[in-house]
C-alpha cells in the first residue's frame, strides 16, 4: 500500500540520520517485522471496535426491552377499558404496584405480597379487580396505605388466584393477637430445706433449727406473655429439738403440695422467673423421743405462703437446667397448747431440669 511505501521512505531517511557515522545500514527483514507487529496492533484495534458497537447495540436493546416492559398507564380509572400494549403481558403483579404512589409501600410489598406469589395460574377468567384501590378527588387510583403496626398477621387457608395482571384474590386473614399460644413441661429439682419449727412457749423460741433434703416435681403451664401456672410435691424428712423438754426431738415425715402463680421473663436461652404459691403440707409421720413434743404438736395439716425465684439455662430445645430459692411461712398454728405455739418457716434452694412436652 502506498501509505506504508511513504513510512518506509520516512524509515530509511531517520535510519541515515541516527546512523550516518557509522555507516551502518538497517538488518535485512526490519521494516518488515515492523510492518507485521504495526498490522498485529492495528487488527486488535479493529476487533476492540468492533466489540464496543455490539456491547453498545446490546445495551441500548436490554434498556429498551425493560422501558416497553414496566411502562405502566398513566390512568387506571377504568380498569375494564384497560388494553395497553406497553405492559407486558405476562407479568405476575399488577402494573398499579409501579406507579410513583406506589413506591412507598414498596417495603411491604416486598414483606407481605411478593413472598406469597409461588406460581401463576394459566387459565383464569379475565376478572381485573387490583389490590385495595382507593378513588380520589382527582380520580386517580392510590394504593391504600397499610398500618406497620398491623402487618404481622397469621393466614389460615388463603387461597390466591393470578391472573396475568395480578391478584384477583384474598380470603381468610386471622390475627395472630386472636390466639394466645402456650406450653407445657415439668421439672424434677433437688434441694436443701433450712426448716425452722419456729415453737415458742411463753413467748420465748425454745426450738432449734434444722436442714434437711428435698426432692419435688413440679408441671406447670406458661402463657405467651410470660404468665404461668404451676403445680406439684415435695418431701421432706426433719429432725429437730423442740426444746419442750430437755431432750425432747421431734421427727417429721412431710409431703408438701404447692401451686404457684408466677411471671417469666426470657431472652435468648435465659429464664428468669419469679412466683408467689400456697404450701399445703400434710405430716404422713411424727414420732418424738419423750412422748410429750408429738402430743403437743399434734396438727397434721400445715398451710404456708410462700414466695420465690428460679433461673434457668436453655440446654437444647427441651430442656433447662435451673437454679431457684424460695421462702415460706406457716399460716396456722401446729401447736394444740395455749402455751405452746409453733408457727414454723422454710428457707429452700434448690437445682432441677425442666423439659418442655409441648
Given at each position: 500500500m502506498q501509505w506504508k511505501e511513504d513510512n518506509r521512505g520516512d524509515?530509511?531517511?531517520?535510519?541515515?540520520?541516527?546512523?550516518?557515522?557509522?555507516?551502518?545500514?538497517?538488518?535485512?527483514?526490519?521494516?518488515?517485522?515492523?510492518?507485521?507487529?504495526?498490522?498485529?496492533?492495528?487488527?486488535?484495534?479493529n476487533h476492540f471496535t468492533f466489540l464496543k458497537s455490539v456491547a453498545?447495540?446490546?445495551?441500548?436493546?436490554?434498556?429498551?426491552?425493560?422501558?416497553?416492559?414496566?411502562?405502566?398507564?398513566?390512568?387506571?380509572?377504568n380498569v375494564a377499558g384497560f388494553e395497553s400494549k406497553n405492559v407486558n403481558m405476562a407479568s405476575m403483579v399488577s402494573p398499579i404496584l409501579f406507579e410513583a404512589d406506589a413506591i412507598k409501600d414498596i417495603?411491604?410489598?416486598?414483606?407481605?405480597?411478593?413472598?406469597?406469589?409461588?406460581?401463576?395460574?394459566?387459565?383464569?377468567?379475565?376478572?381485573?379487580?387490583?389490590?385495595?384501590?382507593?378513588?380520589?378527588?382527582?380520580?386517580?387510583?392510590?394504593?391504600?396505605?397499610?398500618?406497620?403496626?398491623?402487618?404481622?398477621?397469621?393466614?389460615?387457608?388463603?387461597?390466591e388466584q393470578f391472573s396475568e395482571l395480578g391478584i384477583v384474590k384474598r380470603s381468610k386473614v386471622v390475627s395472630t393477637k386472636e390466639k394466645q399460644k402456650k406450653h407445657y413441661y415439668v421439672n424434677a429439682e433437688v434441694g436443701m430445706s433450712r426448716f425452722d419449727p419456729n415453737i415458742k412457749m411463753n413467748g420465748q423460741v425454745v426450738s432449734q433449727n434444722t436442714v434437711s433434703p428435698t426432692i419435688g416435681i413440679n408441671a406447670g403451664m406458661q402463657f405467651e406473655k410470660g404468665v404461668f401456672v404451676e403445680a406439684g410435691l415435695k418431701y421432706a424428712d426433719y429432725t429437730y429439738k423442740t426444746g419442750l423438754t430437755e431432750l425432747g426431738e421431734l421427727n417429721q415425715k412431710v409431703v408438701s403440695a404447692p401451686?404457684?402463680?408466677?411471671?417469666?421473663?426470657?431472652?435468648?436461652?435465659?429464664?428468669?422467673?419469679?412466683?408467689?404459691?400456697?404450701?399445703?403440707?400434710?405430716?404422713v409421720a411424727q414420732s418424738s423421743t419423750d412422748n410429750v413434743s408429738d402430743s403437743i404438736m399434734d396438727q397434721p395439716v400445715n398451710v404456708s405462703g410462700q414466695l420465690g425465684a428460679e433461673l434457668s439455662y436453655q440446654v437444647t430445645p427441651k430442656t433447662a437446667l435451673s437454679l431457684g430459692t424460695s421462702y415460706g411461712m406457716s399460716l396456722n398454728d401446729l401447736s394444740n397448747d395455749t402455751n405452746v405455739s409453733a408457727m414454723s418457716n422454710n428457707y429452700m434452694i434448690s437445682m432441677g431440669i425442666k423439659y418442655n412436652i409441648i
Open positions: 524509515f530509511e531517511n531517520f535510519w541515515k540520520d541516527a546512523f550516518q557515522d557509522e555507516q551502518m545500514s538497517p538488518p535485512e527483514g526490519l521494516w518488515d517485522d515492523i510492518e507485521a507487529e504495526v498490522d498485529q496492533i492495528n487488527e486488535k484495534k453498545a447495540l446490546i445495551t441500548v436493546g436490554l434498556l429498551t426491552s425493560f422501558l416497553v416492559k414496566y411502562e405502566a398507564p398513566h390512568s387506571l380509572s417495603e411491604l410489598l416486598d414483606k407481605h405480597i411478593l413472598p406469597r406469589i409461588k406460581k401463576v395460574a394459566v387459565n383464569i377468567p379475565p376478572q381485573m379487580p387490583f389490590i385495595a384501590l382507593e378513588e380520589k378527588e382527582n380520580n386517580t387510583p392510590q394504593l391504600l396505605t397499610v398500618a406497620r403496626n398491623n402487618i404481622e398477621v397469621e393466614e389460615e387457608e388463603i387461597e401451686v404457684k402463680v408466677g411471671y417469666a421473663i426470657e431472652k435468648k436461652k435465659l429464664r428468669l422467673a419469679m412466683h408467689a404459691a400456697l404450701v399445703t403440707s400434710l405430716i
